[in-house]
Nanobody
């Protein structure tokens, strides 16, 4: 069973920092894309940051320059460093990975359980 387990969420004041972590486990052959999404109350889930094979990254305009996505070499630990947080960053943050379950030769999307980030003013 493939699992994505997140940690690092919490309550911070505006201007503060948090680092989210996501650990992937299970029978995984390959990982193509790692990403973080977020969903604020009353809004649709949106892509925050992604990182692909070779290290190329993509960020939402609202977080560019403040957030950084990174992984270990195996891409089984994913981080989202969040600096200069504002109340608009308040949301549930979800870890996502596009991966191949062992021996399937098919790409599938897996999601973490979500972790709450609350930024107070």
């Amino acid at each position: 069973q493939v699992q994505l387990v997140e940690s690092g969420g919490g309550l911070v004041q505006a201007g503060g920092s948090l680092r989210l972590s996501c650990v992937l486990s299970g029978s995984i052959d390959n990982i193509n894309i790692n990403a973080w999404y977020r969903q604020a109350p009353g809004k649709q889930r949106e892509l925050v940051a992604s990182i692909v094979t070779g290290g190329g990254t993509n960020y939402a305009d609202s977080v560019k320059g403040r957030f950084t996505i990174s992984t270990d070499n195996a891409r089984k630990t994913v981080y989202l460093q969040m600096n200069s947080l504002t109340p608009e960053d308040t949301a549930v943050y979800y870890c996502n990975a596009r991966l191949m379950v062992r021996s399937t030769y098919r790409w599938s999307d897996y999601w973490g359980q979500g972790t709450q980030v609350t930024v107070s003013s």
